[in-house]
């Protein structure tokens, strides 16, 4: 069982940066890929950034959208994944969802534990 807490959003001027944090509870964190999601209001909550875990090696996968701008990461000895956030843009407003999965992947189903999600704004 894992349980996640997301935290770090808020209000930004476009060109803004943020951190977002997502700390896991349970032994097992280090093996888990770690994701992060986003969805607008009225939209489908879409794939934005994932970090494998210990048996993928750790690699990192980014959507199309936030490639170059979103840097995800972790710390396994904290049991926490960040996802910074920087020359932000109006269409990255939405609510942002941490999630854990047993393989690396950008498929939303395919992600078993979530967190409550956390309001990024940015304002034009």
């Known amino acids: 069982q894992v349980q996640l807490v997301e935290s770090g959003g808020g209000l930004v001027q476009a060109g803004g940066s943020l951190r977002l944090s997502c700390a896991a509870s349970?032994?097992?964190?280090?093996?888990?890929?770690m994701g992060w999601f986003r969805q607008a209001p009225g939209k489908e909550r879409v794939f934005v950034a994932y970090?494998?875990?210990?048996?993928?090696?750790?690699?990192?996968v980014y959507s199309d959208s936030v490639k170059g701008r979103f840097t995800i990461s972790r710390d396994n000895v904290k049991n926490t994944v960040y996802l910074q956030l920087n020359s932000l843009e109006p269409d990255d407003t939405a609510v942002y969802y941490c999630?854990?999965?047993?393989?690396?992947?950008?498929?939303?189903?395919?992600?078993?534990?979530w967190g409550r999600g956390t309001q990024v704004t940015v304002s034009s």
């Open positions: 999630a854990a999965a047993q393989r690396p992947s950008v498929v939303t189903t395919d992600y078993g534990y």
């Open positions: 349970g032994r097992t964190f280090s093996i888990y890929t």
């Open positions: 970090i494998g875990g210990y048996w993928s090696g750790g690699g990192t």
